[in-house]
């Protein structure tokens, strides 16, 4: 089962992330996310993390589909894939310390940008499609110590957020078996 969310806050061409200060991806910038609490739908958690990690409560959110991994051909999980969207003239000054790490604005060129190692692993995997494309993906990253070495991006024929769908994706689709990583 999924039991993680994600999100990518935008405004016009720059994202808000956070540089992480706990584990996972400790002193990297990432989305804004957390651990499905018991009984939260995956939307409700996402918003429910937004909240308490930016306080931010104007914005339209867009689910985008699922990032799931395999690490050393064992620990099998995954996280729900948000975009949010705040309006051009909405305010939010960082650099700004909070309980989880830093959250600041940073540009599109500069999270892509290949020579870029501050960010999250999987972010250069996924996030073009976030910015170009209209489907929901499932985007499957192997990490082999600690190192991403390979990843698939599959589009999802049902692009909904609920548990249901996703397990049912899970267990009919192969991602509960992810592709050989030969």
Known sequence: MITYNICFIRQG???????????????????????????????ESMEREILEETGITDYKLHY?????????EAEIGGMYLYTAEVTEDFVFAGPVKTEEGILDWKKIDWILHPQNKGISSNIPVFFPYLLHEEGCYDHFCDYRDGKLVKHQSVLLEIAEDSLEMTEFYLRNKGAVSFPNPS
């Open 13 to 43: 061409d720059r994202f808000l992330l956070l540089n992480r200060e706990k584990p996972s991806w400790m002193g990297c910038w990432n989305g804004i996310g957390g651990k499905l609490e018991e009984g939260e739908t995956p939307r």
């Open 64 to 72: 985008k589909g699922l990032v799931t991994w395999l690490t050393n």
